[in-house]
């Protein structure tokens, strides 16, 4: 398409690249559209700045320029990285669609030659000879109407390519004009994630193991435009170095849709001693749960953390029972997040083909050792009982200790 | 942290003579020895050279050894001619049956069973709980189909060494009966220059070999293959090692190779009355840990002889093998859980399984394999720090000793 930029007659091709204060380098000029939500003023900052976050997560070294006008975002980035670009746009929340536009000065006969160039390629991209031309006139100054502008630019087109023909049912191709502070002519668009900007709802705490359920549970949460920090708890040497690189891995891919994320590591081998010192075999399960919430709820405090997310699914395992989930939930100052709670397995496995989870968490690293899991743990524990339990173990000094010494690593691969 | 190598069944560590005979022959003799001139001459030379060496070393014919990549190519090549003569229109097309055991090394068993999708079936005997194949258990898994009989002579897991000359004994009893030859292969890959070998006394067709399990280099191993034995080996092309292995030969590899186990063979029993006090002072101190297993527990004591002192098993259920792995390789010392050929997690306890293990405990198998470089003082220090190590984790993973206790601490409880 850049080619076709080079390629495009006239005035257009002088003015098409023209991005903002980019000066004669060519630039290539993403518009994007956002969500309804995003369009409340105080989203607007957050959305650009997730944007932005999204865009450099993927791409550390690129050089691109974000701005924002009423309704519009604009991304223009050097025309080698168009593709890179699109990626990212194609998986930051708030997105709703995208396409690579012409910016060109606000006048008929500017618009008239950037649609010539627009057309021209996408007939050369085969794209099909139906087409009609849409048109949203937000500056009101501009002197002829919407109806007039569409009319005055099918009759350049079809003068220019006789094979067009105007179809405003079924088009094979709409040619959008929107006429702004500038006039803006883009084709066909891509769609976006849709969602909520991350950063915009908030930080939430994700516990994410080497499993499939966790990093969907965290995925849905950016989605709705939580910010998120992720904590993993390994128990060397029942665990091995590999698990914890699987979860590094995971968080990593989390990454690309949620800019910015955090992984904690914490060691909880002693947590696990003194479980299985004090506990009853049976409780041990859910014993271990609950000091995962409790050390998270601590660590949400430090680091501003709103909520607990966790990749809980209703009666998957005996620690997500409704009766386990009530014991390990009270152990959690924050409210606790369970965006799985209703999905059956196959539409975790779904979600997580999407977003490219899946082929790592089914990679065979156990994140907690078979040693642990008891043959028969409890299903319909008492809450009151299993409180009394967790308050035998007085793990709190061992809690602190796990903080003290967490390591935090800060761009997961 | 100095590291302490203890799994010498997985791959030795190379001897300096074999290796600089590779690197001269490679350097020197890189003649193609199927090349009529005098740089090919010289290659073929040290090539036959090379066969005759290692022929004495197994007390066969030169011509009776086939140059291979190891002991993987080694074990298939043979299986997969089986396939060649018997079924795909070769010499003789019938159905065929292969009798093995549960505790051969994966290119036995899992090729074995491969086979039985191209119309060939496969018995696998299982041990008893000493981990010894029993002969007769092999003739009677004998019938009318029975084509190739392959048995290993040491188990590369449990050091079993297995009654290989009784097995052949009373297959070839079976086959002169019935007329109709059975060939008898024994994988002696963990064996060669670790017990003695002769292929004419444990009155086999056909064994395995591979070089880096005796100091050699990776890459190279021999198939003994009887003169009288007409397998249909599949692959073809220039002809090479009589038309049984066909690729052009890997000189210096086979000349390393017969250093290699030349070496080992020539030194066989002061290496063998070494690793033997290895091997106890490992079974002694290990008892001295709780919850310490040794696989089977009779090599301990009767069937000690009936063991390759080169490899023990061992284990402290409910640790699994992996985790003692790690921590052992944390302080430097490198054993192995099971065979480091086994990375298939369901593969992983066939071995112990077969022996009437339960999952648990067979789970909890490590390997611990010296060498004729292994010292005291080596096994010493693994020792002492398994002392250190263990316990603490037996105790998190055990849980807790006493529930009456705990009972007592939580307070009234609702049972």
């Not at chain 1, 606790?336 to 999905?343: A, E, H, Q, S, Y």
């Not at chain 2, 019935?178 to 060669?192: E, F, K, P, S, Y």
Request: aromatic share 6%.
């Amino acid at each position: 398409m850049t080619d076709a930029h080079r390629d495009a007659p006239g005035a257009a091709a002088r003015t098409a690249h023209t991005a903002h204060s980019s000066g004669a380098e060519f630039r290539t000029l993403f518009l994007v559209k956002y969500g309804e939500i995003a369009l409340k003023k105080r989203n607007r900052g957050a959305f650009v700045k997730s944007l932005k976050e999204s865009i450099r997560a993927h791409l550390p070294g690129i050089s691109f320029s974000v701005y924002e006008t009423f309704h519009r975002v604009f991304v223009s980035c050097r025309p080698e990285d168009r593709e890179k670009v699109a990626d990212a746009l194609g998986r930051t929340f708030g997105v709703v669609s995208f396409s690579e536009a012409l910016r060109v000065g606000r006048d008929i006969q500017a618009v008239e030659e950037a649609s010539v160039a627009l057309a021209g390629r996408f007939l050369a991209e085969g794209r099909g000879s139906r087409f009609k031309a849409e048109v949203r006139r937000a500056e009101k100054s501009f002197p002829m109407t919407s109806y007039e502008i569409a009319c005055r630019v099918g009759d350049v087109l079809r003068a220019r390519f006789p094979d067009l023909v105007v179809d405003v049912h079924n088009p094979d191709w709409v040619l959008s004009i929107e006429i702004r502070d500038h006039a803006y002519l883009y084709g066909p668009q891509s769609d976006g994630p849709y969602g909520l900007p991350v950063g915009s709802s908030g930080k939430g705490m994700l516990l994410l193991s080497g499993g499939i359920d966790s990093p969907v549970a965290g995925w849905m949460m950016a989605k709705r435009g939580m910010a998120l920090e992720a904590v993993y708890f390994h128990s060397p040497p029942f665990t091995s170095q590999k698990a914890r690189e699987k979860v590094e891995a995971l968080a990593g891919i989390l990454g690309r849709y949620a800019p910015g994320i955090v992984l904690h590591v914490v060691n909880f081998t002693p947590v696990l001693a003194r479980i299985k010192e004090k506990a009853r075999e049976e409780e041990v399960t859910l014993l271990l749960r609950a000091c995962m919430m409790r050390f998270t709820s601590l660590l949400a405090g430090r680091r501003g953390g709103q909520c607990l997310v966790t990749g809980e699914s209703l009666g998957q395992v005996a620690s997500q029972t409704v009766e386990s989930i009530a014991f390990t939930g009270m152990l959690s100052e924050l409210p606790v997040l369970r965006p799985l709670i209703g999905m059956n397995k196959e539409e975790i496995i779904s979600v997580a083909r999407k977003i490219g989870t899946f082929e790592t968490s089914n990679l065979p690293f156990e994140d907690c050792c078979v040693l642990f899991s008891p043959p028969h743990p409890l299903i319909h524990p008492d809450a009151a009982r299993m409180k009394r339990s967790y308050d035998c173990l007085s793990i709190d000094a061992i809690l602190a200790t796990a903080i003290a010494e967490m390591e935090t690593v800060s761009a997961p691969r | 942290m100095d590291r302490v190598y203890l799994d010498w069944a997985a791959s030795a560590p190379p001897e300096e003579p074999a290796i600089r005979e590779a690197a001269e022959v490679s350097l020197l003799c890189f003649g193609n020895p199927s090349s009529p001139h005098g740089a090919g001459k010289e290659a073929a030379d040290r090539l036959e050279n090379a066969r005759a060496t290692l022929a004495g070393v197994i007390d066969a014919s030169p011509s009776e050894i086939v140059f291979t990549s190891g002991g993987t190519e080694s074990n298939t090549s043979l299986l997969l001619s089986i396939l060649g003569r018997y079924r795909l229109g070769g010499a003789e097309r019938r159905k065929a049956r292969i009798v093995t055991t549960a505790i051969e090394h994966a290119s036995i068993h899992d090729q074995a069973l491969g086979l039985g999708t191209l119309g060939m079936s496969c018995t696998a005997v299982k041990p008893a709980a000493n981990g010894m194949v029993d002969p007769q258990a092999v003739a009677d898994a004998l019938d009318d189909e029975t084509v190739l009989v392959s048995v290993m002579l040491v188990n590369n897991e449990m050091g079993a060494i297995q009654k290989v000359t009784e097995i052949a004994g009373a297959v070839r009893a079976f086959s002169e009966r019935r007329g109709r030859r059975i060939i008898i292969h024994t994988d002696a890959v963990q064996a060669l220059g670790k017990i003695p070998v002769s292929v004419a006394s444990l009155g086999v067709d056909a064994a395995s070999f591979s070089a880096h399990k005796v100091g050699g280099p990776r890459g190279i191993g021999a198939l003994y293959i009887r003169k009288d034995v007409v397998p249909g080996f599949l692959a073809v092309g220039g002809g090479q090692e009589a038309g049984r292995r066909p690729g052009t030969e890997n000189v210096a590899g086979a000349c390393a190779f017969a250093v290699a186990a030349g070496e080992r063979v020539t030194r066989l029993a002061i290496n063998h009355a070494a690793a033997s006090r290895l091997a106890e002072r490992l079974i002694s101190g290990l008892k001295e840990i709780r919850a310490a297993r040794i696989f089977p527990e009779s090599r301990a004591g009767r069937d000690a002889a009936s063991f390759s002192p080169y490899i023990l098993s061992a284990g402290f259920p409910p640790l699994t093998g992996e985790i003692v792995v790690r921590v052992a390789d944390e302080h430097g010392f490198c054993i192995a859980t099971g065979s480091a050929c086994s990375t298939k997690k369901k593969d992983r306890t066939r071995v112990p399984d077969s022996m009437g293990l339960d999952h648990q405990t067979a789970l909890s198998a490590i390997r611990v394999s010296v060498g004729p470089s292994t010292t005291e003082e080596q096994i010493d220090n693994f020792l002492a720090m398994l002392k250190k190590e263990i316990p603490p984790l037996l105790s998190i993973s055990q849980g807790r000793p006493d529930p009456a206790v705990t009972a007592a601490a939580s307070g009234p409880r609702d049972d």
